[in-house]
């Protein structure tokens, strides 16, 4: 007979939207293990699963700290009360908690009071805060709700607890009406016959969290106006012929262990946590073109691609290479590129392989003897993904040929090995060179988005925002195989502008000093778009050409205060050790030839 050894949760705590899973690990009768899903109309050896969820809810409902979401609640700030500011964020685990979160708390009374003003209502500012919250203490969004995801129903009561059955199905996403509340998942045989239970297991997990949320990023005009983003993208941006490109760095599942990131809780770098914080996120941005990096070749095809698909994106994937890589192929990374299909249409893409190049290279200029040495330093899998798009706004379309308007977006990931930095500015340097002779065949604005493992004032850097390397550069003295020789060929003619030092460039505008502080004062680029324990700087990047479209808005940095003391990337807040960029661009007349 069927017998269940062993039933594990991905995460010991679940957070709102966040799908549940368990595994399952069973025996049969053979003493073979296994970890399949048997249905009732399909039982093996006489027996099926039957799954149940149960929702465990005390007489006494708790509150949850808003900063520490599985830390229960000690103190309530009723100043979030008064101001009508959602109750879940009112709520600390502690006074240090409060005290530590109050800058970035304070952004909430503020924002509730400017929309009191606006609307002519009497002001409330106040910052009282209750220390003497109980867990028998609750508001309405801390109870259940009246339509559960699945028909109530109160399996049994015993003493001060009741628990109700929400699902019953192997998986449940915890909803709204969780918060707060322990659940229990129970797996049991059933005989095929007789419908009786003839062996079970279950397991309880800690109590439902929200979904952290973090305090979201405004669109920031170059004039110095902020520009809401939940404004209708078509009203906002098509009658001016703008457009919005988001480039992001989401930290591969591979990549994102304990051990790499052990600041950061488990649960929040679980992948069935981060997909959805992610999606939240990019989706929330609302940019017209999307470029991502460290996306997973499974999670690509199972998750992103359709999941954006629903809002009107339209997916193109390059995956690294695998000459170097040895380990499982369905988790291989790679550049995905998304597009709104009411903004624009599929025109071509290019794949740009380096592993290609660097054969071809080793081929022409290196000798025999040293072509395995070469091709060992220069092999790293990375690539590019090139698109050239097609505008549909201002209804300019294919069937109106005089005034097509073309976008190249190329999106890429280059080396990240600190000791390969002549590797790393040869892939800039090919890279440029092919868009180069995109740009020769036509007359077309380019983009270049991604993360480019290099500093403000690199080599790379210089490359791409200089259009060449002085010589004398420190970067330029380690190239074992000349291939970075002679300085003069790393050159390229496009007129390539980082799209964030356009904050540096503008007159002084007032509301603007505050943006000003969040780049490097020497180079204007932001103070950092990758922030770990281990790392602070700017690795990312929106490059455009400046002679065809020109910045209009930017997507706010984050600075050390948005990350809460002692935080670094990724967090419950962000999940991934990078921080978006996004940048609105409107293209310049174009002269008929």
Not at 45 to 58: A, M
Not at 466 to 473: A, I, L, N, Q, T
Not at 495 to 522: E, M, N
Not at 548 to 560: A, I, K, M
Request: hydrophobic share 35%; glycine share 6%; net charge neutral.
């Amino acid at each position: 007979m069927l017998s269940v050894v062993r039933v594990h949760l991905p995460s010991d705590i679940p957070i709102v939207g966040c799908e549940l899973t368990p595994y399952v690990l069973l025996r049969r009768p053979d003493s073979l293990l296994i970890s399949d899903d048997i249905p009732e109309s399909a039982p093996i050896y006489g027996c099926f699963l039957r799954y149940k969820w149960y929702r465990i809810q005390s007489d006494k409902n708790v509150a949850m700290c808003s900063i520490h979401p599985s830390e229960q609640a000690t103190l309530q700030c009723l100043a979030c009360v008064k101001a009508k500011i959602p109750v879940a964020k009112s709520y600390h685990c502690s006074p240090k908690c409060f005290s530590d979160a109050w800058q970035h708390h304070r952004l909430l009374h503020e924002r509730a009071a400017s929309a009191v003003n606006a609307n002519g209502n009497e002001e409330n500012t106040g910052s009282g805060v209750n220390t003497s919250l109980t867990s028998s203490q609750s508001s309405g969004s801390l109870t259940n709700g009246t339509t559960p995801l699945y028909p109530v129903v109160v399996s049994q009561r015993n003493g001060g607890e009741t628990w109700f059955e929400v699902g019953r199905s192997k998986t449940y996403t915890p909803s709204a009406d969780d918060i707060g509340h322990t659940l229990k998942f129970e797996c049991a045989i059933i005989n095929a016959e007789t419908k009786l239970s003839v062996g079970n297991a279950s397991t309880m997990m800690s109590r439902v969290i929200p979904a952290p949320s973090p305090t979201p990023r405004r669109l920031i005009s170059v004039s110095g106006v902020d520009i809401p983003l939940h404004l209708d993208l078509d009203s906002r941006l098509s009658s001016s012929g703008t457009f919005t490109v988001l480039s992001y760095n989401i930290l591969s599942d591979a990549y994102a262990t304990n051990e790499l990131y052990s600041y950061c809780p488990s649960w929040a770098l679980a992948w069935t946590y981060r997909r959805q914080n992610l999606l939240r996120e990019i989706v929330g941005y609302r940019a017209d073109i999307v470029c991502l990096q460290e996306v997973q070749s499974d999670h690509f095809e199972e998750f992103f691609a359709p999941e954006l698909d629903k809002h009107g994106y339209q997916a193109l994937f390059k995956r690294k290479t695998t000459e170097v890589f040895s380990g499982n192929i369905n988790t291989v990374d790679g550049c995905a590129t998304f597009f709104r299909r009411d903004r624009f249409a599929h025109v071509k893409k290019y794949e740009v392989e380096f592993n290609k190049a660097a054969q071809s290279l080793t081929e022409a200029l290196v000798p025999s003897a040293q072509k395995k040495t070469a091709l060992n330093r220069l092999l790293k899998d990375n690539i590019a993904l090139i698109v050239v798009l097609e505008a549909k706004f201002n209804n300019q379309g294919v069937d109106n040929p005089g005034k097509r308007q073309l976008v190249c977006v190329a999106n890429t990931h280059v080396n990240v090995h600190q000791e390969l930095k002549d590797v790393r500015l040869w892939q800039v340097h090919t890279l440029l060179k092919g868009l180069e002779k995109i740009a020769a065949s036509a007359d077309i604005p380019m983009l270049l988005c991604g993360d480019f493992n290099s500093a403000p004032g690199s080599a790379p850097h210089a490359l791409v925002a200089m259009g060449k390397v002085d010589p004398m550069h420190p970067e330029l003295a380690v190239d074992p195989l000349g291939i970075l020789r002679p300085a003069t060929k790393l050159t390229h003619q496009l007129p390539l502008v980082s799209a964030y030092t356009s904050f540096g460039r503008i007159p002084v505008v007032p509301g603007l000093d505050q943006k000003r502080r969040k780049l490097d004062p020497g180079t204007n680029e932001p103070l950092f778009t990758s922030c770990t324990r281990d790392h602070f700087g700017t690795l990312d990047y929106i490059f455009y050409s400046a002679d065809s479209v020109t910045v209009e808005s930017l997507l706010e940095l984050l600075d050390e205060e948005s990350l809460r003391k002692d935080t670094a990337l990724p967090s419950p807040e962000w999940s991934s050790d990078h921080i978006a960029l996004l940048a609105g661009f409107r293209c310049k007349p174009r002269t008929r030839r």
